[in-house]
T-cell receptor, first 116, second 114 residues
Framework: GAVVSQHPSWVICKSGTSVKIECRSLDFQATTMFWYRQFPKQSLMLMATSNEGSKATYEQGVEKDKFLINHASLTLSTLTVTSAHPEDSSFYIC????????????FGPGTRLLVL | AQKVTQAQTEISVVEKEDVTLDCVYETRDTTYYLFWYKQPPSGELVFLIRRNSFDEQNEISGRYSWNFQKSTSSFNFTITASQVVDSAVYFCALRDTGGFKTIFGAGTRLFVKA
């Protein structure tokens, strides 16, 4: 079946550095991908909707300049956390949309980010 | 606006007990999907069920069963004869049929003790 992968699964970085997280749809084309953030013991909160070939749509309260999203191809969306700070430490999950079955949405395994 | 409420933050049961996780949702859409996901400590979401808004039939899958009541906007999840491996966080979620935008509830953390 369809699979969404994320890379890396774990990342530790120093405060002030930028971190890029990749989300790939492995055997289908995803015109839309979603990025979620999950803080410890909390729910998944939608950060942004990534559309292939166009600008991402950000949810209220999410800084566009801090969380850069690029969806340059139908199989790859990237989230770059710029100038990361400890408060950005979280579990980032991407999911597909618009590909495969109309009713099916696939979630990636997530990326744990720890900013020291 | 869409909203999913899981009022139970944590539930602790002893193995073999039955447990029901509650989910209440709000939406103005007439057509939508409801989901339950399991999130074990590894973090990866495990899909459990999807239910269309026009299908109110209850569903049973092994020890899992779901009760969808459109009249009360609820989609409750029951685990029969719980097992230690059922320990996880369970999320109820709501999605519109157009844009795949999924809204998650706060989650219920289930502890099953041996």
């Amino acid at each position: 079946g369809a699979v969404v992968s994320q890379h890396p699964s774990w990342v530790i970085c120093k405060s002030g550095t930028s971190v890029k997280i990749e989300c790939r749809s492995l055997d289908f084309q995803a015109t839309t991908m979603f990025w979620y953030r999950q803080f410890p013991k909390q729910s998944l909160m939608l950060m942004a909707t990534s559309n292939e070939g166009s600008k991402a749509t950000y949810e209220q309260g999410v800084e566009k300049d801090k969380f850069l999203i690029n969806h340059a191809s139908l199989t790859l969306s990237t989230l770059t956390v710029t100038s990361a700070h400890p408060e950005d430490s979280s579990f980032y999950i991407c999911s597909s949309g618009g590909g495969g079955s109309e009713e099916t949405q696939y979630f990636g395994p997530g990326t744990r980010l720890l900013v020291l | 606006a869409q909203k999913v409420t899981q009022a139970q933050t944590e539930i602790s049961v002893v193995e073999k007990e039955d447990v029901t996780l509650d989910c209440v949702y709000e939406t103005r859409d007439t057509t939508y999907y409801l989901f339950w996901y399991k999130q074990p400590p590894s973090g990866e979401l495990v899909f459990l069920i999807r239910r269309n808004s026009f299908d109110e039939q209850n569903e049973i899958s092994g020890r899992y069963s779901w009760n969808f009541q459109k009249s009360t906007s609820s989609f409750n999840f029951t685990i029969t004869a719980s097992q230690v491996v059922d320990s996880a966080v369970y999320f109820c979620a709501l999605r519109d049929t157009g844009g795949f935008k999924t809204i998650f509830g706060a989650g219920t953390r289930l502890f099953v003790k041996a």
